[in-house]
């Protein structure tokens, strides 16, 4: 499986993003799909996840209300929107597939992540 992620770049204070990420496999309708960030110095952390129907989402504390996750099953895309961004928002974005199919419980951690994107850089100025 491989994860090609695209977007993101400099913004503003406020000011608006959308990363998003292609998986290779047809499969990709059946793997619950999650963001991480990592920020220099910072470990990677979570940031949004939706599983593989889609029909529901979980956030960090951090961007619940700014973010918004989604996935287009018939594209094999997931896109995060950013929204309302903040410098400490900036970090490399990253996109990760599910370890297993079908899981409905949403994970927050890397650990449970089988397959990862090569990261997009999102930078925020004050």
């Known amino acids: 499986v491989q994860l090609q992620a695209s977007g993101g770049g400099l913004v503003q204070t406020g000011g608006s993003l959308r990363v998003s990420c292609v998986f290779s496999?047809?499969?990709?309708?059946?793997?619950?799909m999650a963001w991480f960030r990592q920020a220099p110095g910072k470990e990677r952390e979570f940031v949004a996840a939706?599983?593989?129907?889609?029909?529901?989402?979980f956030y960090s504390t951090s961007v619940r209300g700014r973010f918004t996750i989604s996935r287009d099953n018939a594209k094999n895309l997931v896109t995060l929107y950013m929204n309302g961004l903040k410098p400490e928002d900036t970090a490399v974005y990253y996109c990760?597939?599910?370890?297993?199919?079908?899981?409905?419980?949403?994970?927050?951690?890397?650990?449970?992540?089988?397959?990862w994107g090569q990261g997009t850089l999102v930078t925020v100025s004050s």
């Open positions: 496999e047809h499969t990709f309708s059946t793997y619950g």
């Open positions: 990760a597939a599910d370890k297993s199919p079908y899981r409905t419980v949403l994970r927050t951690n890397p650990a449970d992540y089988g397959s």
């Open positions: 939706i599983p593989w129907n889609g029909d529901n989402s």
